[in-house]
């Protein structure tokens, strides 16, 4: 008896699911019974939305998560994406930094400098954009178009509002600027749509032309047929202007599976589950198995949407297209710096004139008095997170498994 005990024990470790995680109550069993049976695996899944779709947004979880971005390069090495998509559009990256985009894909060493660039100017944030998960992705579509012939290689558009931190030497600057530029989500939708205009007529001789595109950005500015909470308006997100301009069939904008956000209610650093958890519950109930899939006729879709208390929609299906889901959310991890962006010291200098500017505090201040210039260069890099430990996301969704 015991040592029957003891391998279904060494079974269950084995699996990696924990033994409530194999029953679903009936609350989830329509969702966990679709996965089983119509759950296809996620990176072909995303590949193929380029055959039907012309134009593919994917809605990423917090900008500094890793695991989102490994997913990505997966879909990146599938044959499908590199016969078909032309151009990849990020949020990440002021339009103004698109000539060192531009040398850095056409350099023959792939040398990552243009891109510290290009995060050291990064809109808004007075200490650059730092995370590692982005320079990682750049640096891997550098790599793939080295296995492509010259014509056949993917272009890297920034699609974020102009900026140039030059021009900021007070508050009333970066004022004026960000009043400027307050449309934000029309800007970069009307680049991303003015871009993928002229790349079609360039090629439209060519019978054998790449003419897919894929977008990333934030589900905020990636979702599309919402509407604003506050009114009955349409909400003017990336998405939406997207499929506005192109129509929605040409359109598909993908979650990628993640907590929800702007919860109004929320207390700081709480964690609030989409459906109250049943989502989890069902992929935890499935083994965790990767998956992708559209939403529309499937139980994920018909759900009521729920995912931010700023935008409103009857279902999800009526939101977004289609759903990932890759890993568990305690498997998520953020790389908050990537390993050479502080490797130059004067660039804390700038860091505290911009912060003198806009009269705040400089972001390492604390730090730096303590330790030196020297932490930024080589120890916040090594920084890693789990943003949603086991212990606190699984008791969120464990009363909907046996």
Not at 70 to 77: D, K, N
Not at 250 to 264: A, E, F, G, N
Not at 343 to 358: C, G, M, N, S, V
Request: proline share 5%; charged share 25%.
């Amino acid at each position: 008896m015991k040592r029957a005990f003891a391998c279904i024990v060494m079974l269950i470790l084995l699996s990696g699911v924990s033994p409530a995680a194999r029953a679903d109550t009936p609350e989830i069993s329509d969702h966990v019974a679709f996965l089983r049976e119509k759950g296809q695996d996620p990176v072909a899944y995303l590949a193929g939305l380029f055959e039907r779709h012309k134009i593919v947004v994917f809605g990423e979880t917090r900008h500094d998560e890793t695991t989102q971005y490994e997913f990505l390069q997966q879909v990146m090495r599938h044959p499908a994406f590199a016969a078909r998509v032309k151009a990849v559009f990020t949020e990440v990256g002021s339009r103004s930094q698109q000539d060192a985009m531009d040398a850095f894909l056409q350099s023959r060493d792939g040398d990552e400098a243009p891109l510290i660039r290009i995060g050291q100017a990064c809109t808004f944030h007075k200490a650059g954009w730092a995370n590692a998960n982005i320079y990682e992705f750049w640096k891997n579509l550098w790599k793939l178009n080295q296995s492509l012939p010259p014509h056949q290689r993917i272009w890297a558009f920034l699609s974020d509002v102009a900026w140039d931190w030059n021009a900021f030497r007070t508050k009333a600057d970066y004022t004026n600027k960000m009043l400027e530029v307050a449309d934000r989500d029309f800007l970069m939708a009307k680049l991303i749509e003015n871009r993928i205009r002229q790349l079609d007529r360039d090629c439209a001789a060519d019978k054998k032309r790449k003419d897919r595109y894929l977008v990333i950005m934030n589900t905020r500015h990636a979702l599309g047929r919402v509407k604003s909470a506050k009114s009955d308006t349409w909400g003017r997100n990336v998405g939406y202007f997207l499929e506005t301009a192109f129509g929605p069939d040409q359109v598909s904008i993908v979650l990628y599976h993640q907590p929800r956000q702007s919860v109004i209610q929320a207390e700081p650093g709480s964690i609030h589950l989409i459906r109250d958890g049943r989502w989890d519950a069902a992929f935890a109930a499935n083994r965790n198995k990767p998956v992708g899939f559209d939403l529309a006729g499937s139980p994920f879709g018909n759900d009521p949407f729920d995912y931010s208390d700023y935008f409103k929609a009857a279902t999800y299906q009526d939101a977004v297209d289609g759903l990932i889901f890759w890993k568990p959310l305690s498997q998520y991890l953020c790389r908050p710096c990537s390993e050479r962006f502080y490797q130059d010291p004067t660039f804390y200098t700038e860091i505290e004139r911009r912060a003198k500017a806009l009269e705040e505090e400089n972001p390492f201040e604390q730090e730096v008095a303590r330790y030196g210039v020297e932490w930024l260069v080589s120890e916040f890099p090594k920084m890693r997170q789990h943003p949603y430990p086991a212990a606190e996301v699984e008791p969120l969704f464990r009363k909907w498994l046996r």
